[in-house]
Nanobody, 122 residues
C-alpha cells in the first residue's frame, strides 16, 4: 500500500520561505517520479513541480519557476519542495504525488498524499 505523507506546511508572511517534505513508503521510490501539486480555495488542483527518479530532470509551473525548488533523497524515500519568495497567491493545500514517469498532468499521477496547508498572509 502506497503511503505519501506531507509535512512542513504552515503560516508564513509574504516574501518568506517554507520547506515541504513528503515521506514515501510502499512503492519503489527510487524508480518513481515525484511531484507536487496544489489546490487553492475555489480552484482546481494544479501542477507545481515534478522530479525524475534520478533527480536529473525537473519541471516547474511558470508561476513558481525561479522561486520553488524540488529535490529528493532516495536514501530517505523523501521528496522536498523548497518555497522561497512566497506570495499570497501561493496559498493552497499542497499535495505530494507519485508516478511511474515524469508527468505534469494531475490525471497522470497514480498515488497521492493527504496534503499540507500553506498559507501566505501578513
Amino acid at each position: 500500500q502506497v503511503q505519501l505523507v506531507e509535512s512542513g506546511g504552515g503560516l508564513v508572511q509574504p516574501g518568506g520561505s517554507l520547506r515541504l517534505s513528503c515521506a514515501a513508503s510502499g512503492l519503489s521510490f527510487s524508480r518513481s517520479a515525484m511531484g507536487w501539486l496544489r489546490q487553492a480555495p475555489g480552484k482546481e488542483r494544479e501542477f507545481v513541480a515534478v522530479i525524475s527518479w534520478t533527480g536529473f530532470s525537473k519541471y516547474y509551473a511558470d508561476s513558481v519557476k525561479g522561486r520553488f525548488t524540488i529535490s529528493r533523497d532516495n536514501a530517505k524515500n523523501t521528496v522536498y519542495l523548497q518555497m522561497n519568495s512566497l506570495k499570497p497567491e501561493d496559498t493552497a493545500v499542497y499535495y505530494c504525488a507519485a508516478s511511474e514517469y515524469v508527468v505534469t498532468s494531475e490525471a497522470d499521477f497514480a498515488s497521492w498524499g493527504q496534503g499540507t496547508q500553506v498559507t501566505v498572509s501578513s
